[in-house]
């Protein structure tokens, strides 16, 4: 049962244009989301999170959108830059209390390329 | 401020071999988790330990094993290795109970042969 999804395997850009990756999730007990982005022979790098109480989070280039009634989040990279291609996971994690709190639920990850 | 390291880096077992991964924590971390991420899959958890006890458990079978020490460094087993257990695995160290500010390791890449 995966429970967050990432639908898209590969997405590719040109810098300076707007990366968009999308995840989906089905439980509704997630109480909090995150993207990290992994390179090659690295372990993934926190990159922004959003509580499901808020619908944006911005950090500089980097902003993710929650739809809590859609159970999706999008996550935006504008301008995108060739240093900007890695693998990108979306993860969830649970409200207090719960039995996934503080344990991350990932999806399978979107490879994003950024050419020249 | 020193961050999350693995070792070894690679290893190849038989089938049917018993393994052990090791992780030394961030400083000032007092959680470790451990990940499973299959090839083209995002990672897994396996469990999780807190105060040198386990704290969660993911979908694995008793075969994966794992110990914490007081100084927060921590151990994977496997025993009975199978090739399906042919994964790179990550171990990530927090604060307890954070939904955030996980730091993760580079991995140990495990093949089973």
């Known amino acids: 049962d995966q429970q967050v999804k990432q639908n898209s395997p590969s997405l590719s850009v040109q810098e300076g244009r707007i990366s968009i990756l999308n995840c989906d999730y089905t439980?509704?007990?997630?109480?909090?989301f995150l993207w990290y982005k992994k390179y090659p022979a690295e372990g993934p790098t926190f990159l922004i999170s959003?509580?499901?109480?808020?619908d944006k989070n911005e950090d500089g280039r980097f902003t993710v959108f929650l739809n809590k009634s859609a159970k999706h989040l999008s996550l935006h990279i504008v301008p995108s830059q060739p240093g900007d291609s890695a693998v990108y996971f979306c993860?969830?994690?649970?409200?207090?209390?719960?039995?996934?709190?503080?344990?991350?639920?990932f999806g399978q990850g979107t490879i994003l390329t950024v050419h020249p | 401020e020193t961050g999350v390291t693995q070792s070894p880096t690679h290893l190849i077992k038989t089938r049917g071999q018993q393994v052990t991964l090791r992780c030394s924590s961030q400083s000032g971390h007092n959680t470790v988790s451990w990940y499973q991420q299959a090839l083209g899959q995002g990672p897994q958890f396996i469990f999780q330990y807190y105060r040198e006890e386990e704290n969660g458990r993911g979908n694995f079978p008793p075969r994966f094993s794992g110990l914490q020490f007081p100084n927060y460094s921590s151990e994977l087993n496997v025993n009975a290795l199978e090739l399906d257990d042919s994964a790179l695995y990550l171990c990530?160290?927090?604060?307890?109970?954070?939904?955030?500010?996980?730091?993760f390791g580079s991995g140990t890449r495990l093949t089973v042969v």
């Open positions: 959003i509580s499901s109480i808020k």
């Open positions: 439980n509704s007990m997630f109480d909090y």
């Open positions: 990530a160290s927090s604060l307890f109970a954070a939904n955030y500010g996980y730091t």
């Open positions: 993860a969830a994690s649970g409200g207090a209390g719960g039995t996934s709190y503080g344990k991350l639920t």
